[in-house]
Nanobody, 115 residues
Framework: QVQLVESGGGLVQAGGSLRLSCAYSGSIFRFNAMGWYRQTPGKQRELVAIIRLGGSTNYADSVKGRFTISRDNAKNTVYLQMNSLKPEDTAVYYC?????????WGQGTQVTVSS
C-alpha cells in the first residue's frame, strides 16, 4: 500500500521549534529522494527541503539555516526539524517524493506560527 502520513504540526510562537514526521510506505518513496512541501491558501504548493538517498540535502532560501531535513530509511520516515519559526512559515506541510508523485499526497499537517 502506498501511503504518506504527516504529523507533528501545531501552534507555536515565533522563535519556537517544531519537528514534523512523515511515515511513508511503498517503494515509490523508499527508493527516491523525499521532500517537504508547504502550502498556504491561494498559493501554489512550494518545495521547502529535499533529501536524497545518499543523504545530500537542499533547502529553499527562505528556510535555509533554520530547517533541517533528515530520513530514517529503517523506519521509512522523513523528518523536518524547524527552528526559529516565523509567522510566514505558517502553512500546511506535506511530504512526498521529489519530484512529487501527485497521486499520493497525504493529508498534511498544519503549522501555525503566532507573532
Amino acid at each position: 500500500q502506498v501511503q504518506l502520513v504527516e504529523s507533528g504540526g501545531g501552534l507555536v510562537q515565533a522563535g519556537g521549534s517544531l519537528r514534523l514526521s512523515c511515515a511513508y510506505s511503498g517503494s515509490i518513496f523508499r527508493f527516491n529522494a523525499m521532500g517537504w512541501y508547504r502550502q498556504t491558501p491561494g498559493k501554489q504548493r512550494e518545495l521547502v527541503a529535499i533529501i536524497r538517498l545518499g543523504g545530500s540535502t537542499n533547502y529553499a532560501d527562505s528556510v535555509k539555516g533554520r530547517f533541517t531535513i533528515s530520513r530514517d530509511n529503517a523506519k521509512n520516515t522523513v523528518y523536518l526539524q524547524m527552528n526559529s519559526l516565523k509567522p510566514e512559515d505558517t502553512a500546511v506541510y506535506y511530504c512526498n517524493a521529489n519530484p512529487p508523485q501527485h497521486t499520493y499526497w497525504g493529508q498534511g499537517t498544519q503549522v501555525t506560527v503566532s507573532s
